[in-house]
């Protein structure tokens, strides 16, 4: 019966997820979080002010996930107000008629950039409308852009799947960077077949076959650097990367390594001005250039703004314990006087710094009216309050489970998948990590939900922590392709309408595939 109801919450919210009509993430989270704290006064008997004091603490663990993504859509939204997105379609139009080479410069490196600097499926939709605008069919592109976020998709966002993804599970620095090194290896040796697959679906064999060597430039130029990364880092990879893809890419284009001859260039096609594309690059630019300053550790800003030195500290008798360090981290000690705390690292989480700030420059630079800045910090608002009340559950879901020590619902779970599988398992953890992708719409949140279950299973087989660990990343990052939230946002940019079930049918098999390609990797190099 404890493996049933452990197991049954999960199932169910995988059934409420995918049934016709399926129910949205933001709904069936919180509903199934509820069911298991029912579930753990009970059946499991567990103290009743300590399931308030972990729901609590999941509420306030949702704050940096939200910010990050509250920062990031706001980011986005300003380069489409104030043009910027548009000049860089415009450019990118410029320097090579090809299809190819578009759509391995907007598809592959930029979305590769952006998923680095926000995630949360922005890229699909920043990159299809530019395709689209450039004539490619719109259904095509959606199930291109959806197969191409993948890759950079583990160290997206500035690596919130990986450091923040796997937060809950206590792994010391050195087992979250051992995970980043396995994860980027993975992703390398998978990226050799994935971009030519999700090629496929829009150019003929033939077409990929005459631009195979700009192809290649443009995948290794986004992954040497991105694994090289992953090797000491667990927040740029794709980030860095990306940005130096994207230019080696452009370079490429501008020259036509690597591309056939059959699409000359348009002499009379209207040049964008220099000075306006290094206008329009300047947010990214700012937006790069703070992340490395504030994450390099050697500069000293990393320090400042991660202090755990107390400012001050006052209490709410009943309530918390509260603790405001000199870098403006907030502690919540003792909540309900029980033995939980969560913090929330205001300077240091990747929302205020860089994305809020480089907004708010960008506002004086482009001086744009009071009135358009408005309209995307609105905007911004009611396009958070969706994935807040999903991650809420998703939160105080995982939280939930892992009450109970030795009797917890993940390590019940875990024990019996393990006895079942065996050193086995390997074979099907990244699926599980793509089931959880699926159906939260988050690499981040997949993470945060099954990381508890892949680490017990590991730890009861005898398996690497780490490299199941890197596999669950992995499954959330290929997921992504089958991401019902991602299909339908990047649906609704493109103006496709009921065609998510004839999307999924496409992406699935990449995504199996993706799966097959990181087991054998895995099995080679790890085993």
Known sequence: MALFLSIFPIVLLIWLMVKKNGMPSYIALPIVAALIYAIKIIYFGDDFMLLNATTASGLVSTLTPITVIFGAIMFNRMMETTGCIDIIRKWLANINPNPV???????????????????????????APILMSLGFNPLRVAIFTLVMNSVPVSFGAVGTPTWFGFAPLNLTPADILSIGKQTGIIHFFAAFVIPVIGLSFIVSKEEIRKNLGFIGISVFSCTLPYVALAMVNEEFPALVAGAIGLMVSVFAANKGWGLSKDYPKDANMEKVPLVQVAKALAPLGMLIGMLVITRIKQLGIKGLLTSTEPWFSFSLPGLSDITVTQSLTIVFGNIFGEAVSEKYQTLYVPAWIPFVITVWICILLYQTKFKDAWTFYVGTFNQTKKPLLALMGAL???????????????????????????????????YLGAIGAFFSGSNTVSNLTFGPIQQQIALDTGLSVTLILAM???????????????????????????????????????MVIYGMIAVLVALIFFI
Do not use: H, R
């Open 101 to 127: 080479a578009q759509l391995m410069i907007i598809g592959w490196a930029f979305a590769f950039m952006i998923e680095g600097a926000s995630g949360f499926g922005t890229p699909a939709a920043i990159a």
């Open 472 to 510: 669950q990343s992995i499954g959330g990052a290929m997921g992504n392709m089958v991401c019902i939230n991602n299909i339908i946002a990047v649906s609704t940019v493109l103006g496709i309408d009921k065609c998510e079930g004839a999307i999924i049918k496409k992406t699935v098999i990449p």
């Open 396 to 430: 105080i879901m995982v939280k939930l489970m892992m009450v109970g020590g030795d009797d917890s619902m993940v390590k019940i779970i875990g024990k019996e998948f393990a006895a079942i599988a065996g050193e086995n398992w390997i074979y099907f953890s990244p």
